[in-house]
């Protein structure tokens, strides 16, 4: 609950938050720097020979949650069907690894999921819109792999350096990995939310958004609880249930 602290600081104080929001990539650049520390290539490797679970589970993120939203959205909530079906449209969050660290799941496998699902993302909400909506809609491709090299492969090869080279500076701030995100996932909530803080404020007591984003969120839930049930590690549970709840 730490990071939603965030939302009234981001309503009292957002001139703060706004002056943050510029460095959002930057910030989540360094949380999952310290996401990777520590990381064993090996795994991502392991995982990477595997691809046929990875690819599950970024259709279920991108085709199956969008599908189910879809006429829930539009029988019980049409105002706001547009903003519901474009937010389950989106890729697993870049943050998703850095969630899986904090609550100590599988960190490989979360940030493989959420690499996939990124990479494979332009293709299908360009598809799933002009097939459902009739809407023409280009997603840059080249730009997504910018933003991916900043804010995952960067920090990934950091972390990689770093363990190398500083072995024993890794092993004394590792107690601290936890907190660290934490704090850094405070301040990308800040971040974020604070430009939007007059919008909040005007919806802070408009109950049927809330039932709408309540009800994407129960359909997310609910797939993310399915989804694992084959898995019998907690730390791939983890990573799995990250990456589904947890969207760009």
Do not use: C
């Not at 809609?137 to 950091?158: A, E, H, M, R, Y």
């Not at 129960?218 to 990573?239: G, R, T």
């Amino acid at each position: 609950f730490f990071p939603i602290l965030a939302i009234p600081l981001a309503l009292l104080a957002p001139s703060i938050g706004s002056f943050l929001a510029p460095y959002t990539s930057f910030l989540l650049a360094a949380l999952l720097f310290f996401s990777f520390l520590g990381l064993d290539p090996k795994r991502l490797l392991e995982i990477l020979r595997h691809p046929a679970e990875t690819l599950y589970m970024s259709l279920t993120i991108l085709i199956l949650t969008p599908l189910v939203v879809f006429p829930v959205m539009q029988r019980f909530f049409p105002e706001y069907f547009l903003g519901a079906v474009l937010f389950m449209l989106l890729p697993s969050a870049i943050s998703a690894p850095a969630i899986t660290a904090i609550y100590g799941g599988n960190v490989a496998r979360s940030a493989v999921n959420t690499l996939v699902s990124s990479l494979l993302s332009p293709f299908t909400i360009s598809l799933f819109l002009s097939l459902f909506l009739f809407a023409r809609v280009t997603v840059s491709p080249l730009k997504i792999l910018w933003q991916l090299g900043l804010i995952i492969f960067l920090p990934f090869i950091l972390g990689l350096i770093v363990d190398r080279t500083k072995p024993h500076l890794v092993a004394k701030i590792q107690p601290y990995y936890r907190r660290l995100n934490l704090v850094l996932l405070f301040l990308i909530f800040f971040a974020a939310l604070s430009p939007y803080s007059v919008d909040m404020k005007v919806n802070l007591l408009n109950g049927r958004l809330w039932m709408a984003v309540l009800v994407a969120h129960v359909v997310l839930y609910l797939f993310a609880k399915l989804a694992v049930l084959h898995e019998k590690n907690l730390a791939d549970k983890i990573a799995l249930e990250s990456n589904l709840f947890f969207l760009n």
